[in-house]
């Protein structure tokens, strides 16, 4: 049974008229995005191709659409949308969306959705990734010989009951999880995932899940708690399920209903990557007397109750609600550091300068002073642009002050939201305020958002009364948790936290030449390879992001060495597949065709495909490859004053010879070892066959 998506009637989602098959429509995104928009504009559901384009373009900037597979769903809502639409292409010419496995798209979906069209085009996401997940159906996609033929496979995906002898309208508005009739004694297994976006993973965790079940005879029913209206599990057939899995990134909602079930509780990609172990594991739990089960929730509903704290070991969890706090940081340092560059590029570095005798900076009087029709010309000195690139500098430098300003109180607030869900969000970014204040930085506010954390979590499970149940995680929760972890902050850790962030600052500035810089650069380079965008690469990243704002040699270049770091392992294995392809894998050698351009850009995640296939071997030459760039950049007094961006963030980076000797050392080395490893392995395998 499945859900009636509303598009405004009984409109197709898509007709062969938004069908583009074994298009080229340009070597990046963009340029697919934009092709797209002007295919649903010339069907008619789109009164502006340009304006369409734009929106999704600005929605693909908060984040990459691209899913492991080859998959790319671009989507966003838009006043130039007349109609909901789904407009698809297969690209003659695979394009990178920035999918996790680091594979480029040929199959590419657009959503189209109308300006008040609610969360429409996030249940299309759903059923879609759904769909995806299943191999016949992209396998039938690609093999599709007509627009026709992708048409109706797609319609059936998504609106079934268009079809002749498709779902009845009333078995399409029927609930998508109703308790399945299955017969009396079989093993009945539930869940729910989630991920931090709420959109692909989620649901592709989901349907992996029910497959495997399906493959395995028993029924199993997953509830994604998406970011659009979440469709719950029928409460009877959660009575009657004899396991449950959570596959999540985020706080499970509702997580009381489970109470006292076996539970395997994971990260979501574990299921997307194996979701066959872990209904076996559920299965196995079942009969297991000594399993780990849903405990009961006293609250009743509370957030708290979404991550309770014995259904996880606490190592687990706290690492995961750091992880939580760093990734909701991250676009606040990437959007204020590179807003930063850009106005020292416009500007000159002397914008952030304060003339003695001045209470605030260059840039801030500039901003305050002039305007756009009367710019400044006086203000010329060392570093200092004049006219109109100095006012525009001075406000993109302001703007992206304003949004560093914000990196402690995210990184304490999502962290508190990582242990006790909303009711932490508050006491956590207050928090976050008082270490800024107290002059005790991201330690104060990882220690600040820990203890937020903890304590609006323990309120949250407090046995109240019903009465007072409502006014918990609005009031009585934010305000208690602000309270006393707020006096602790001030009156008990604040100096001496200050005094450990004053420490560290000073050992960075005195580590800033000679071989004690060039340790530290041989540590963070390790760090930044390890594990590729995992917990140890971000800790290295958050290191030399939170150290940007004090505008230093040292944290410049801290900043230079963890970026060169970790762009040599997707160079590196992008290099190795085009010097000896066949040690690799055809789908390791595509991916190789993309690595380098997502290498240049800083994202080491380019290279995990290829660590998760051989780690072996992958992982300790990208290792040593990272250890010498991060080495000789300290070496060389490379400096970047922008904390994202690669080789497209030049314009921010001292010594901009020095960077690429180094990055281009460490390429050489780690993509030598990665052909020797691999070589070595390759000769053992032919010896081994040879002798058989």
């Keep these: 049974m499945t859900e009636t998506i509303d598009t405004g009637g009984t409109a197709p989602l898509i007709v062969p008229e938004l069908v583009a098959l074994d298009a080229s429509p340009g070597a990046d995104k963009s340029d697919v995005i934009t ?35 080859g998959i790319a769903i671009p989507h966003c809502r838009s006043e130039h949308v007349l109609a909901a639409s789904l407009g698809f292409a297969r690209l003659a010419e695979p394009v990178d969306f920035g999918a996790a496995d680091g594979r480029a798209a040929d199959l590419i979906f657009m959503i189209a959705a109308p300006a008040g069209a609610d969360d429409m085009h996030l249940k299309l996401l759903a059923k879609l990734a759904r769909g ?9 996609l690609r093999s599709a010989g007509s627009a026709e033929e992708v048409v109706r496979m797609v319609t059936e995906q998504v609106q079934p009951e268009l079809l002749e002898g498709g779902a009845s309208a009333e078995e399409a508005s029927a609930p998508a999880h109703a308790a399945p009739a299955a017969p009396a004694g079989e093993r009945i297994i539930v869940g729910a995932t989630s991920c931090p976006t709420g959109i692909a993973h989620t649901f592709m965790a989901a349907e992996a ?57 994971v990260g979501v990609k574990a299921a997307v990557n194996d979701a066959g172990s872990l209904i076996d594991q559920a299965l196995a739990a079942i009969d297991d007397p000594a399993a780990q089960r849903v405990p009961a929730d006293a609250a009743g509903g509370q957030d708290a109750a979404e991550e309770d704290q014995g259904s996880v070991h606490w190592a687990r969890r706290l690492q995961r609600a750091v992880m939580t706090g760093v990734s909701y940081m991250i676009p606040f340092v ?15 570095y002397g914008v952030a300068l304060t003339p003695d005798g001045a209470s605030e900076s260059i840039a801030a009087s500039v901003v305050k002073d002039y305007s756009l029709t009367n710019p400044p010309t006086a203000i010329v000195g060392e570093g200092i642009h004049s006219g109109m690139l100095l006012y525009l500098g001075s406000v993109l430098f302001m703007l992206g002050q304003a949004a560093m300003g ?92 200050a005094a450990l962030m004053t420490s560290l600052q000073d050992g960075l500035t005195s580590m800033s030449g000679g071989s004690s810089a ?46 060169a770091a970790g762009m040599v392992p997707p160079l590196a294995v992008s290099v190795a597949t085009f010097l000896r392809p066949r040690l690799f894998t055809k789908a390791e050698v595509e991916n190789g065709r993309s690595a380098w351009l997502l290498g240049l850009s800083f994202i080491s995640e380019g290279a995990i495909p290829f660590a998760a296939a051989d780690p072996l071997r992958i992982i300790p030459a ?36 020095g960077f690429l000797l180094a990055i281009l050392a460490g390429v050489a080395v780690t993509s030598a070892l990665v052909v020797a490893l691999k070589g070595l392995g390759h000769r053992k395998v032919a010896a081994a066959a040879a002798a058989a």
Excluded at 132 to 140: E, G, N, S, Y
Excluded at 409 to 426: E, K, M, Q, S
Excluded at 629 to 652: D, E, I, N
Aim: charged share 10%; with cysteine; hydrophobic share 55%.
């Design 334 to 348: 990437a959007a204020g550091g590179l807003l930063i560059a850009l106005g020292f590029l416009l500007g000159g």
């Design 209 to 265: 899940l029910e497959q495997a079940g399906a493959e395995r005879g028993i029924t199993v029913r997953i509830e994604g708690q998406g970011s659009g209206k979440i469709d719950a599990l029928d409460s009877e057939l959660i009575k009657r399920a004899d396991a449950v899995v959570f596959a999540h990134d985020l706080p499970i909602k509702g997580r009381e209903r489970f109470a006292g079930k076996p539970v395997i509780d």
């Design 132 to 140: 995806l997940m299943r191999t016949d159906f992209t396998d039938a």
């Design 406 to 497: 914000f990196l402690v109180p995210a990184l304490a607030g999502y962290i508190a939201f990582g242990l006790a869900g909303r009711p932490g969000i508050a006491p956590g970014f207050a928090m976050g305020v008082v270490a800024t204040a107290v002059g005790s930085g991201f330690i104060g506010g990882l220690v600040g958002g820990i203890l937020a954390g903890y304590v609006a979590a323990w309120l949250a499970g407090l046995a109240v009364p019903r009465w007072l149940r409502g006014l918990m995680p609005v009031v009585v929760i934010p305000l208690g948790t602000t309270l006393v972890v707020g006096g602790l902050m001030y009156l008990v850790l604040g100096r001496p936290l």
């Design 518 to 563: 060039i340790l530290l650069g041989v540590i963070l380079g390790l760090m930044m390879c390890f594990d590729l965008g995992g917990p140890v690469n971000k800790a290295a990243y958050l290191f030399a992001t939170a150290g940007l704002s004090a505008q230093t040699t040292a944290s410049f270049e801290i900043m230079a060495a963890v970026m």
């Design 35 to 69: 092709y797209l928009a002007g295919v649903v504009a010339g069907a008619g559901r789109a009164d502006a191709p340009e304006g369409l384009a734009s929106d999704a373009l600005a929605r693909e900037a908060t984040a990459p659409t691209g899913i492991p597979g």
């Design 622 to 657: 990208t290792m040593a490859g990272g250890a010498v760039t991060g080495a000789l950049t300290m070496a060389l007094h490379v400096g970047s004053r922008a904390p994202h961006g690669g080789l497209f963030v030049a314009f921010a980076i001292t010594n901009v010879v």
